[in-house]
């Protein structure tokens, strides 16, 4: 009952935020946090519930964001039919990335991530066909309203809200279906599973696989916000780190916490961009560093682990922190 | 086979050396603690940016840079084990990636927000010039680089393998509590081990900085050449790394050369992801 009330709190706040801050400056904020939650939410689903920690998530985002303005560039289609495109792309690269790296455990895992996704955009940077260092560019005056083109930050909001609560849900279903509890047993012991019966690597896929498609939208869409995509704002291990960061903070494995570290970083980051100035990139980054090391030694299971902790008697779900 | 061949394929040696030097350093850690260190490129960085600090301030090129490189990340590696490692060793796996990861973020970011995201490069000094030999010409700094490099590594194996420091390391690696009853402490080799990786970063970050490009972000294709040079010499074999590094250096130039410089850190990433998936044991290591 309590969980509900609660619930309904947030919900009718996310609903009601940019009429109450309904400056501009807000306004994108907000729809900048939903837009990181999505992707952290995303990430979360293969990182957190699976416990393979992608450090090069970053390429399904890019897949995303350049299959929507390519659409635009290429096509003359509206952004809007590149979401589709995006997801194939990234599920298709996630079946194929995903079939060998899946197999790696721990670090060997991340750091192949890693690598794939600095190889996509080593390639991306050398092919004129996708704009090269430049990058592609969506519509600048939008031809209707498919063009997902808006001066305010308000419709991206509600846009960015509605996906937000379809990624959720999605990863609610998820870890209440019987994927959800092998995801568990995985990343509590890979080899008990197996022994099991669990079909490991096949579920470590399709999570992955889920992930992808979903984090693919996620590129989209901030493409179509910013209108543009280069290889730096689209395939940068910096977008991957982001993500990532923001999902830990608030708590890998829980279902809430990549929307409370991105509502928490997110505003960071913009209020020390606008501070700074072009000084705050690279400091932005040293506090980013500084806040990831301070988790990984002090809270492993994130800020949202400090609330399930007391309840954890109760409904022990496995998420957040396994030692 | 053409001089200029044999020309590249000596640059890439040379060069792999240093890798060997800093991979090494990777792979004493990795092997002992099963820790993976997501900074180790930007250790070889801030062993860069030291060499350079040192040169502007008090001149004297590598002789004084390097050492006082080795010095300065050697500490940094025993403060890192103290307060950071020491810590998520043994916490889940995210905490590891993570801690380390934030580790790089933190010095990449530090540096790029102190010395600007601009090329640097060290002024000419002392060992400038190139020598000719035998119709090939070699910069004095690459040779200088390489040779040193070469020592070191070559002496780190020694000491992990000849004398009773390296034992004792071996031991904690091979069984902590084992090693605890037979008196020798974990903390205090796994320190030494910090202190021993860090400090053949920062030798070899002084050693590039006299030809290489200077700039924050330098450690994050470094790191990805020593974990390629790690994956393929076996985890946990300076023997092993050395061979890698020295491959890998040529590998790379040989491909700068063949197929076109943008395309020699591809040729390098896909080279580690062919050896992750086919070959995770690396050429000469075993499961």
């Known amino acids: 009952m309590r969980r509900w009330i609660w619930l309904s709190v947030v919900v009718a706040f996310a609903i009601a935020y940019p009429l109450l801050l309904s400056s501009p400056f807000q306004q994108r904020l907000g729809a900048l946090v939903l837009l990181y939650a999505i992707a952290a939410s995303a990430w979360n689903i293969v990182g957190g519930y699976a416990g ?226 072009g000084k705050g990139a690279g400091l932005t980054f040293v506090v980013y560093g500084a806040i990831i090391v301070l988790i990984a030694r002090f809270q492993p299971g994130g800020l949202l682990s400090l609330l399930t902790r007391r309840s954890r008697s109760k409904v022990d779900t496995g998420a957040g922190y396994a030692p | 086979m053409s001089f200029v061949l044999v020309q590249v394929i000596v640059g890439g040696l040379l060069l792999g050396a240093v890798y060997a030097l800093f991979s090494s350093g990777l792979t004493l850690v990795w092997g002992m603690m099963n820790i993976v260190n997501f900074a180790h490129g930007d250790f070889v960085m801030l062993g860069m940016y030291v060499a350079y600090v040192v040169y502007t301030l008090m001149g004297g090129g590598p002789i004084l840079g390097a050492p006082l490189a080795t010095l300065v990340l050697a500490t940094l590696g025993v403060v890192v084990y103290f307060a950071l490692i020491r810590g998520i060793m043994k916490g889940p796996m995210l905490a590891q990636i993570l801690g380390t990861f934030g580790l790089a973020l933190l010095l990449r970011y530090s540096v790029f927000w102190w010395f600007g995201a601009n090329f640097l490069s060290m002024p000419p000094n002392i060992v400038g010039g190139t020598y000719a030999f035998a119709g090939l010409r070699i910069e004095a700094s690459r040779l200088l680089a390489g040779v040193v490099a070469l020592l070191v590594t070559l002496g780190l194996h020694l000491l992990l393998t000849r004398t009773s420091l390296g034992s004792k390391m071996l031991a904690v690696a091979e069984d902590q509590t084992a ?109």
């Open chain 1, 52 to 277: 393979q920690v992608s450090v090069g998530h970053v390429v399904f985002f890019g897949c995303g964001a350049y299959a929507a303005m390519g659409a635009y560039a290429k096509f003359g289609l509206s952004p809007l039919f590149g979401i589709p495109g995006g997801i194939v792309l990234a599920v298709g690269l996630a079946a194929i990335v995903g079939v060998p790296t899946l197999r790696l455990s721990g670090h060997y895992f991340s750091m192949a991530t890693i690598a794939v996704a600095e190889t996509m955009r080593l390639i991306v940077t050398n092919t004129e066909w996708l704009g090269a260092a430049v990058g592609l560019s969506g519509p600048t005056v939008p031809r209707n309203i498919f063009d997902l083109s808006f001066l305010s930050a308000l419709p991206y909001y509600y846009l960015f809200l509605a996906i937000l609560s379809i990624t959720l849900a999605i990863t609610w279903w998820m870890t209440n279906s019987r994927m959800g509890f092998y995801l568990r047993a995985i990343k509590d012991s890979e080899r008990a599973a197996r022994s099991l019966g669990a079909p490991a690597s096949r579920t470590k896929l399709y999570a992955y696989m889920l992930s992808a498609a979903l984090t693919s939208v996620a590129g989209a869409l901030y493409a179509m916000m910013f209108g543009f995509v280069d290889p730096e704002s689209g395939l940068g291990i910096l977008i991957s780190v982001k993500i990532l960061i923001m999902a830990a903070l608030g708590g890998a494995g829980l279902l809430f916490g990549p929307l409370v570290g991105a509502a928490i970083l997110v505003p960071l980051e913009e209020i020390s961009n606008s501070w700074l100035g």
């Open chain 2, 179 to 287: 090693a605890q009853l037979m008196g020798i402490r974990p903390d205090t080799m796994q320190a030494i081990a910090w202190a021993i990786a860090a400090g053949a970063t920062g030798l070899a970050g002084a050693l590039i900085a006299n030809f290489f490009y200077i700039v924050p972000t330098v450690g994050e294709t470094l790191g990805i050449v020593a974990f390629v040079t790690v994956s393929l010499g076996g985890f946990g074999s300076v023997p092993g790394a050395l061979v890698a590094g020295l491959l890998i250096g040529v590998i790379e130039s040989l491909s700068g050369y063949l197929i076109g410089a943008i395309y020699k850190d591809i040729v390098v990433y896909v080279l580690f992801l062919f050896f992750l998936w086919f070959r995770p044991q690396g050429l000469m290591g075993k499961m």
